[in-house]
């Protein structure tokens, strides 16, 4: 099992930034692909960044390019997802997801992200 708590939601002003983090616990963290999706009201559930295990291959929504950064500390298992340049669009509940198999199975509590215009 692999328990996922994501924190560093919040509140903030368009053009401004946050950073999210993502602390995993449990089974062998560093050899899992992580993804950031994210879901806004009345809206599917869309990845926005992943990562693969060893930290060499990312995915970016195309709306977030150049904006959005995903990163890993293997060492204290925890992913971060670096939004800058944050649009009204952004806002939605952020959701840390980790693929021990290539298929996402853990899932963590999700954090509200506000971006007010």
């Known amino acids: 099992q692999v328990q996922l708590v994501e924190s560093g939601g919040g509140l903030v002003q368009a053009g401004g930034s946050l950073t999210l983090s993502c602390l995993a616990s449990?089974?062998?963290?560093?050899?899992?692909?992580m993804g950031w999706f994210r879901q806004a009201p009345g809206k599917e559930r869309k990845l926005v960044a992943q990562?693969?295990?060893?930290?060499?291959?990312?995915y970016y929504l195309d709306s977030v390019k150049g904006r959005f950064t995903i990163s890993r500390d293997s060492a204290k298992n925890t992913v971060y997802l670096q939004m800058n340049s944050l649009k009204s669009e952004d806002t939605a509940v952020y959701y840390c997801?980790?693929?021990?198999?290539?298929?996402?199975?853990?899932w963590g509590q999700g954090t509200q992200v506000t971006v007010s215009s």
């Open positions: 449990g089974r062998t963290f560093s050899t899992y692909t």
């Open positions: 997801a980790s693929a021990p198999s290539g298929v996402y199975e853990y």
């Open positions: 990562l693969n295990w060893s930290g060499g291959s990312t």
